[in-house]
C-alpha cells in the first residue's frame, strides 16, 4: 500500500509539473491589440507556471478586452489590466503566489505583476517595463515583482504609451489624457509579427467596412462624450469615420469652427502633411434618406457646395456637429452619420465659441463674430499655428470606437412607425411570462402572511430569549465577543475590503508597483 501511495504521489507531481509547463510549450505567445497604436506580441516565460497560467486565465476570458493602461510613467512603465476608460475597477480571481524568484529579470520591454505591498496580492493587473528595472527583481529583501514574459514586436506602442500626456483624473495620477484601451489580447499560434497581418476588411475597392454601428468616446478639453454612428445611414462616410478613428486621425486636433446656433466643426489632423495626404481622398456620395436628418446633435461630414449643381460633394476628413436643426442641410447633399448619445450636447455646447466664424467664410453667412482661423492656418499651418493664433480652440484629445455592433442595437418601441401597436416578438412575450409569474409568487407570499397573521393577530410569536442563547438568524447574541465580525482592521485602523488600493497608485521603485 505504502508502494501504492507513493506511485501516486509521484504521477501527480509529474501532472502538476506537466500541467504547468505544458500550455507555454514551444513559446506561447498572446496579442495585446492597443486602439489607434497598433500590436504587442508578448512571449510568455515557461518557467513560471502559476503567473503565466493566471495572466491566461484572464486572457482566455476575455478579461483585458476593452480596459485601459490606466498608469504610464515615463521612464518606468506602462500598467494596465484592472481598469475601465471610466476608472471603474473590475473584478478579479484570487489573488497568487509571488514566483518572482523564478522570473525574468525587470529589463527594458518585459511584462511583470503589478501587486500590493503584499508579495503574494497579485490578481489581473500587469506592466511593462520600459527601462531596465533591476531594483523590482527578487532578492533577499526584496519579494520582487514576477516578470514572466518579453515584448517580442509591437514595443514601438509601449513606447507610444509611455509618452502620453498623463493627468490626475477620479482620484487616479498618471491616468493618459487619451484613453489607451486594449482592445483585445487573446493567445496566438505563432508568434508572428504583426507587420505582416493581413489589411483590415475592405470592401472590392479597398476601402475599410465599418460595422452596423459603433460608439465612439471622444475626449475633448471641456468634457467627454459619446457619438453612435449607423452605417445604414450613409455607408460611404460611415467607413471612412471608422478608419479615420481606429487611425488616430482626430487625435490631437482643434474644434477651428464653432458658431452659435450653427455648428461645430472640426476633423483636420494637427499635423499638416498627414492632413495633405487625405485632402484629396474624396468619399463616395450618399444617398439622402427622408428619415435622419440634420437636426441638432447629428454628426455630418463637411463638404463644399457646388453653385453649378446645387449638391455638396467631395468630402474627406471634415465633420460638424448641428448645435441646432437644420433639416435645410439635408436636400444639399449633407447627410447625417451619427448623433451625439445622450446629454452628451451640454459638453458640445461648452466648445470655445468666442472666435466665432472662420474668417474665410465671414459673407457666406453673415455670422458673428467672425475672427477664427482662416484655411492657410488649419490645412498648412496645422496645430502650431492655432495653438500660436488661437489659443483658446477647444482640443480634442481623441476619438476613439468603445463599441460596436454586428447589427443596430435593439431599441423597442411600443408603436409602430403608424403609430399602432408594435407586434410583440417573442422575446416580449417571454418577459410578459416571467413578469406575471413574479407577481404570482409574490401574491402568493403575501397571502399566506396574511392568513398567518389572521391566525395571531396580536403578533403573539416566539420570541427569541433574552439569557443569550444563540440566535439562529446572527449566529450570536449581543453577549457575546466582538471576534468574527464582518470587517478586519490593519494596525492603523484602516478597515481591509476587496479593493486593492496600492494594486493601483503604483509607487515608485522601492516600494509598490
Wanted: aromatic content about 10%; proline content about 6%.
Amino acid at each position: 500500500p505504502n508502494a501504492m501511495r507513493l506511485l501516486g504521489f509521484a504521477a501527480s507531481a509529474f501532472g502538476i509539473a506537466a500541467y504547468g509547463v505544458g500550455f507555454a510549450a514551444g513559446g506561447t505567445c498572446v496579442r495585446m491589440e492597443v486602439r489607434s497604436k497598433g500590436v504587442v506580441v508578448i512571449e510568455l516565460e515557461e518557467e513560471m507556471p502559476i503567473t503565466t497560467q493566471n495572466f491566461l486565465d484572464y486572457v482566455d476570458a476575455g478579461y483585458y478586452d476593452g480596459l485601459i493602461f490606466h498608469r504610464v510613467i515615463s521612464g518606468f512603465m506602462v500598467q494596465g489590466g484592472g481598469f475601465s476608460p471610466n476608472m471603474h475597477q473590475k473584478g478579479t480571481n484570487d489573488p497568487i503566489q509571488n514566483e518572482a524568484q523564478h522570473g525574468l529579470s525587470n529589463k527594458k520591454g518585459t511584462i511583470a505583476m503589478a501587486r500590493t505591498s503584499a508579495p503574494n496580492s497579485a490578481t489581473s493587473q500587469f506592466f511593462i517595463n520600459t527601462v531596465d528595472n533591476g531594483d523590482l527583481d527578487y532578492s533577499g529583501a526584496n519579494p520582487g515583482y514576477a516578470a514572466f514574459g518579453k515584448v517580442l514586436y509591437g514595443y514601438n506602442v509601449v513606447r507610444s504609451i509611455e509618452h502620453e500626456k498623463t493627468h490626475s483624473y477620479k482620484g487616479f495620477v498618471d491616468v493618459p489624457q487619451t484613453p489607451q484601451v486594449i482592445d483585445a489580447v487573446y493567445r496566438t499560434d505563432t508568434c508572428a509579427d504583426p507587420a505582416n497581418d493581413p489589411p483590415p476588411a475592405s470592401d472590392d475597392h479597398g476601402a475599410v467596412v465599418a460595422p452596423d454601428s459603433f460608439v465612439v468616446a471622444v475626449n475633448t478639453s471641456v468634457g467627454s462624450f459619446e457619438v453612435e454612428a449607423t452605417r445604414s445611414w450613409a455607408p460611404h462616410g460611415v467607413d471612412r469615420f471608422y478608419e479615420l478613428c481606429i487611425l488616430g486621425y482626430y487625435n490631437d486636433t482643434r474644434v477651428y469652427r464653432m458658431v452659435d446656433t450653427w455648428v461645430a466643426q472640426f476633423g483636420v489632423s494637427g499635423a499638416p502633411v498627414v492632413a495633405a495626404e487625405w485632402a484629396d481622398r474624396h468619399i463616395s456620395d450618399d444617398p439622402i434618406r427622408a428619415d435622419v436628418h440634420n437636426d441638432e446633435g447629428y454628426l455630418t461630414f463637411s463638404a463644399a457646395y457646388n453653385d453649378k449643381t446645387g449638391v455638396a460633394t467631395n468630402r474627406t476628413t471634415e465633420l460638424f456637429i448641428n448645435l441646432e436643426d437644420h433639416q435645410e442641410l439635408d436636400p444639399l447633399g449633407f447627410p447625417p452619420i451619427g448623433v451625439v448619445r445622450g446629454e452628451g450636447m451640454a459638453v458640445v455646447h461648452r466648445f470655445f465659441a468666442g472666435y466665432g466664424e472662420m474668417k474665410d467664410t465671414c459673407d457666406l453667412h453673415g455670422f458673428t463674430p467672425c475672427e477664427g482661423p482662416n484655411n492657410t492656418c488649419v490645412y498648412d499651418g496645422g496645430n502650431p499655428c492655432l495653438d500660436h493664433q488661437f489659443p483658446n480652440l477647444t482640443r480634442i484629445y481623441s476619438i476613439s470606437v468603445v463599441e460596436e455592433y454586428a447589427h443596430q442595437p435593439f431599441y423597442w418601441d411600443p408603436l409602430s412607425a403608424n403609430g399602432s401597436l408594435a407586434a410583440f416578438t417573442g422575446r416580449d412575450l417571454l418577459l410578459v411570462f416571467c413578469s406575471l409569474v413574479l407577481f404570482a409568487l409574490v401574491a402568493m407570499c403575501l397571502a399566506r402572511l396574511h392568513s398567518q397573521y389572521r391566525r395571531n393577530p396580536k403578533g403573539k410569536y416566539t420570541a427569541f430569549p433574552a439569557n443569550g442563547s444563540a440566535n439562529p438568524m446572527h449566529g450570536s447574541t449581543e453577549s457575546d465577543s466582538d471576534e468574527g465580525a464582518l470587517t478586519d482592521s490593519d494596525d492603523d485602523g484602516k478597515e481591509e475590503g476587496g479593493f486593492e488600493l496600492t494594486d493601483v497608485h503604483v509607487d515608485p521603485p522601492g516600494d509598490d508597483v
